[in-house]
């Protein structure tokens, strides 16, 4: 005899497979499955828990659980602003700015950017959206030295590569990225809905202009559930 918790889960992945249950719908809660298949909490946390492993499933801390919607897919030989590659997915992306104040820079993150220690810098903290879900937190560091009007831009709008180019007339070159991995601290895990200790994706990029200048130094934190990155390699 199957286990109950291979029948509920059995029964929402089916519902899923059919598009009974289409990407970011809301399953039905605990509640009504405990009552619909006379079983314990325990139980359908079990089952939700594996649909959640396999990726079928998402858990969002405060609103409940939703079908998967597909990741979105970043290539690492292609430089694009994370904007522009939402919008050539076909999603809709939107920016909330945390936090912006003027900092001193210490050795470690003046040699990032090529700047004297303890020089100026604009940080910047950005909570970033796709089609209204939260998908990474990005803290971005801007030398002052290099463009005093970086402090006017517009930090709530989507493409800061944009209005570095359009506004400050500065040219994008090229960018050195890194990826590794985290954990959610509980500041990060109250931004992403995520739960404390949940891993993320780390991403570190280094943006370059002409001359090979450094404009901008980003750390990310991305939920790994909705954002895939892939490279293509040759031989």
């Known amino acids: 005899m199957k286990p109950k918790y291979l029948e509920i889960k059995d029964y929402l992945s ?7 249950l289409k990407a970011g719908d809301k399953i039905p809660s605990e509640r009504e499955l405990m009552e619909l298949f006379n079983v314990s909490r325990m139980t359908v946390r079990q089952a939700i828990d594996r649909l959640v492993n396999e990726g079928l499933l998402v858990k969002m801390v405060g609103k409940g659980t939703f079908v998967t919607k597909e990741k979105l897919n970043t290539r690492l030989n292609i430089l694009k602003s994370f ?3 939402i919008i050539a997915s076909g999603h809709k992306t939107s920016a909330k700015l945390l ?4 900092i001193k820079a210490d050795p470690e993150l003046a040699k990032k950017l090529k700047i004297p220690e303890y020089s100026s810098v604009l940080k910047v903290d950005r909570l970033r959206l796709v089609d209204g879900l939260e998908m990474s937190v990005n803290t971005s560091y801007f030398p002052m030295i290099r463009a005093f009007m970086l402090e006017e831009l517009d930090f709530s709008a989507t493409s800061i590569y944009h209005q570095i180019e359009k506004e400050l007339g500065l040219m994008i070159e090229k960018a050195v990225e890194t990826i590794s991995a985290t954990a959610a601290d509980r500041r990060i895990s109250g931004l ?3 739960k404390v200790g949940t891993p993320l994706l780390k ?7 002409s001359n090979n200048i450094p404009i901008e130094y980003m750390e990310g934190l991305f939920r790994p559930d909705r954002y895939l990155v892939s490279q293509e390699l040759y031989r």
């Open 203 to 209: 991403i570190t990029r280094l943006t370059i202009i």
């Open 14 to 20: 089916n519902k899923i497979k059919k598009g009974i």
């Open 99 to 102: 936090s912006k104040r003027e």
């Open 83 to 85: 904007t522009e590659e």
């Open 192 to 194: 992403l809905r995520v």
